[in-house]
Every structure is written in structure tokens, then in C-alpha cells.
């Protein structure tokens, strides 16, 4: 398993919740590393995103509520949530985007963690 992610679960709106994700070292070192989101009958979309350098991106929503982080020791890509609301609700996915080497170039994907919010 190259991603395993964990930390899901359900929570009443306006509490928070701590996603974390483990990546072998081959896949996470020189990677863009993400967190998706995938509600029935939607596609998957990005929600937030860090770089090797700890660079980050946020979609709108969730700015101000989401902080991603990753431990370049350890291998990890967490992404804490606050202030949850309802919408957030979906099965969130850990991503890594490998750019070199060649032989392993590719998107990688963990399994998804189911996140419920209740109003």
C-alpha cells in the first residue's frame, strides 16, 4: 500500500476533525501532496494541497478552516479541519502527484475516510 489514510468519522458542525495520510518515501519525497473530497454523484475535487516545500493551496470554502501540513521525516500529509459544516461532509481521499522518476511518475491514491458532519 503506497497511502494509507486515516482520521475520519463523524462530528457535529462546528467541531473538528484531523486527517492524516502515510506515503512510503519512494512515493511522498518529490511529491505534490493533496486531500480530495467525493460526495455521491460528483466528482472528486481537490480541497486543499501542500508542495515539497510547504507550499499550500486551499479551495474558497474551506480557507480559514482547513490547515494541510506534511512532515518531509516522517512521510505525512495531515490536514486539519475546523469550524465543519454539513457541506463538508464526503469521503475524503490523500493524493500524491509524483513527478520524477520516470518508472513511478504517476497520481497515487490512498483509500478514501468517510467524514460526516451533522447540523
Known amino acids: 500500500v503506497q497511502l494509507q489514510a486515516s482520521g475520519g468519522g463523524l462530528v457535529q458542525a462546528g467541531g473538528s476533525l484531523r486527517l492524516s495520510c502515510t506515503a512510503s518515501r519512494t512515493i511522498f519525497r518529490n511529491s505534490v501532496m493533496g486531500w480530495y473530497r467525493q460526495t455521491p454523484g460528483k466528482q472528486r475535487e481537490l480541497v486543499a494541497a501542500v508542495t515539497t516545500d510547504g507550499s499550500t493551496n486551499y479551495v474558497d470554502p474551506v480557507k480559514g478552516r482547513f490547515t494541510i501540513s506534511r512532515d518531509n521525516a516522517k512521510n505525512t500529509v495531515d490536514l486539519q479541519m475546523n469550524s465543519l459544516k454539513p457541506e463538508d461532509t464526503g469521503v475524503y481521499y490523500c493524493?500524491?502527484?509524483?513527478?520524477?522518476?520516470?518508472?513511478?511518475?504517476?497520481?497515487?491514491w490512498g483509500q478514501g475516510t468517510l467524514v460526516t458532519v451533522s447540523s
Open positions: 493524493n500524491a502527484d509524483v513527478p520524477r522518476p520516470q518508472d513511478i511518475r504517476g497520481s497515487y
